[in-house]
């Protein structure tokens, strides 16, 4: 074997995932959409789960609200004591984590499928360890508010990129070179990290620290905001670039054969992942492995070979909903960060994603 192969190179579809599925061309206007029966069929049961979800987790949570009163004052009509816990407390931190999973999903699957590698995630890669770098400059040496520390994150993230790209960048951008180089530069983003906190003072030390675990309490409707318009920003921006996407999967040469232009349509992806991926954590923190699985799962429920960008980001805020809907069961008291929860469960996820590597393809022996 030779040391190219050796190399952490992994190809972005997944084990036991079938060839790209074919579906019913639906006409709107001069816009021609292919759907999928079983994409559709994942896209709407993942979409029916997110909403059960969110009616449980306004529901049963510390304030217990009947659905009575939670639709009440959904509606506008409900006491002040039921729009205080829904408006105030549950709902903003509910919308956070729907729209940070969605993000995050979309962002892994973008750079999984650009570089055409399933650990091409912004938190393997080195994104958001460069945002959180970012936050922890403001948190510890400048001392900013709020929405500075998400500014700090936005710019860190960026920054990372960009380092990568230039990094990775040799007569184009090739998906493992851009891969290896931010392993590394994650690796220093983290050194760097751990310095800012040792540096710091107790209490300084202390938020930076509770912030990197990456949670969603406490989040409040600027938080929504921001991350809503980002998202309604970008995603049209990736759709626009779903057929160039779904052609990369065939490698550049068979990719530029077909018609796309594979240089400008990756930067224009890689940046809508970056993007992505630094609001992500400039709203609720570097929460791991969700732009890592979220990608891979909606691959295996689809059986399709195609980055299928909506059902991931369906996929991605359902398993962030529902992994703090559990956190605030288990732990009521303890407010626990959801970071903890997809930390370890993306840690089990990543061992068997390699084990599968392993016995199946034999691309890390």
Not at 265 to 291: K, M
Request: charged share 10%; aromatic share 4%.
């Amino acid at each position: 074997m030779t040391p190219a192969n050796t190399s952490a190179r992994t190809s972005a579809n997944a084990p036991g995932v079938d060839a790209p599925v074919t579906g019913r061309v639906v006409r709107v206007g001069g816009l021609s959409v292919r759907v999928a029966p079983r994409t559709l069929a994942v896209a709407l049961t993942a979409a029916v789960l997110i909403a059960l979800v969110m009616v449980v987790t306004l529901t049963a949570g510390e304030y217990s609200l009947s659905l009575g009163q939670v639709l009440a004052s959904l509606a506008g009509v409900g006491d002040e004591t039921g729009d205080f816990v829904v408006y105030t407390l549950m709902l903003p931190r509910l919308l956070v984590a729907v729209l940070v999973g969605a993000m995050l999903g979309v962002s892994g699957a973008i750079l999984q499928t650009v570089t055409r590698n399933s650990l091409g995630s912004p938190d393997v890669i080195g994104f958001t360890s460069g945002a959180a770098t970012g936050a922890l400059v403001v948190i510890t040496v400048v001392g900013g508010t709020m929405l500075q520390v998400s500014l700090g994150a936005l710019a860190g993230g960026i920054t990372a990129a960009l380092l990568i790209y230039v990094l990775a960048y040799h007569r184009g951008v090739s998906g493992l070179r851009f891969v290896l180089m931010g392993i590394g530069v994650n690796a220093l983003a983290v050194a760097a990290n751990a310095f800012l906190i040792t540096r710091a003072s107790l209490h300084d030390a202390l938020t930076a620290q509770a912030w990197l675990v990456g949670s969603v309490n406490s989040r409040g409707w600027e938080h929504v905001v921001a991350a809503a318009v980002t998202f309604a920003v970008l995603l049209p921006v990736a759709l626009s670039r779903a057929r160039s996407l779904s052609m990369m999967e065939l490698g550049d040469e068979t990719a530029g054969a077909l018609g796309v232009h594979t240089g400008r349509d990756r930067t224009v992806l890689i940046g809508v992942s970056v993007l992505l991926a630094a609001f992500a954590v400039a709203a609720a923190g570097p929460i791991s492995f969700v732009a890592l699985a979220a990608p891979q799962l909606a691959r295996r429920l689809t059986r399709s070979s195609a980055p299928g960008l909506v059902t991931t980001a369906l996929v991605g805020a359902l398993l962030l909903s529902a992994g703090d809907l559990v956190v605030q069961q288990l732990f009521p008291a303890a407010q626990l960060p959801v970071g903890t929860a997809t930390g370890c469960v993306g840690g089990l996820y990543l061992i068997w994603l390699l084990a599968s590597e392993w016995r199946g393809k034999g691309r890390y022996a």
